[in-house]
């Protein structure tokens, strides 16, 4: 699921790219993918980025929410991908935890 909807943007490596690209910002080492809490991570799947900053920092685009593409299964693969690569240490995510957000 993360190679379809986010690989483009944040990269496969997780880094995305520096502001001023069309890219998204990196994955790895982010506060909001390992925050002890998933809710934040799970609200830009679904919603938007901009539900964090409705003003991106400067160079950056909010990213779309993917709610209405995917079921709360794949949202919880793809948090608990993100959360487990590239040397991130977040906590499981549920399929229950993506629906009870939803």
């Known amino acids: 699921q993360y190679t ?3 690989g483009t943007c944040h990269l496969p490596t997780g880094l ?3 502001p001023g690209s069309d890219l998204g910002p990196p ?3 982010n506060a909001i993918v390992q925050a002890e809490s998933a ?3 799970i609200n830009v799947i ?3 980025s901009e ?6 920092p400067a160079g950056w685009k909010n990213m779309e929410g993917l709610g209405d593409k995917l079921e709360d299964e794949e949202v919880a693969a793809i948090a608990n991908y993100v959360r487990s690569s590239w040397g991130n240490r ?3 995510v549920s399929a229950a935890e993506v629906a009870a957000q939803r």
């Open 27 to 29: 994955l790895a080492g």
């Open 51 to 56: 539900a964090l900053q409705p003003t991106p």
């Open 4 to 6: 379809i909807h986010c």
């Open 90 to 92: 977040g906590g499981e």
């Open 16 to 18: 995305g790219a520096a």
């Open 39 to 41: 809710a934040s991570l």
């Open 46 to 48: 679904l919603y938007t």
